[in-house]
């Protein structure tokens, strides 16, 4: 269940779109576990939990679930935009 990867450089401005984070190293640097995005066709949940014991462990079941339904609720609405296209048409596309 515990996660065995971050997702480091979210920025402290876009930290309102981090569900789970984590506070790592003696510098106290900021992570995400779990992060919501908004792709260039849609939004995604992101996370380093591991859920391979999904009905077997009370607390991943329960997380997981938690997960589905924040996604498929109407407060799911993720500001921290990511592009899959080449930056150079990012700036053409604004």
Do not use: C
Not at 39 to 51: C, E, I, P, V
Not at 77 to 92: G, T, V
Request: a negative charge; proline letters at 5%; zero cysteines.
């Amino acid at each position: 269940m515990a996660p065995e990867h971050i997702i480091q450089d979210v920025p402290a401005s876009d930290f309102e779109n981090v569900l789970a984070g984590i506070t790592y190293g003696w510098l106290n640097k900021n992570a995400a576990l779990a992060l919501q995005l908004k792709l260039d066709h849609g939004s995604a949940l992101l996370t380093t939990f591991k859920f391979d014991r999904y009905g077997i462990d009370p607390y991943a079941t329960t997380l997981l679930e938690q997960f589905i339904s924040h996604i498929t609720s109407k407060e799911f609405e993720p500001r921290l935009i990511i592009s899959s296209r080449p930056r150079a048409q990012q700036k053409e596309a604004v």
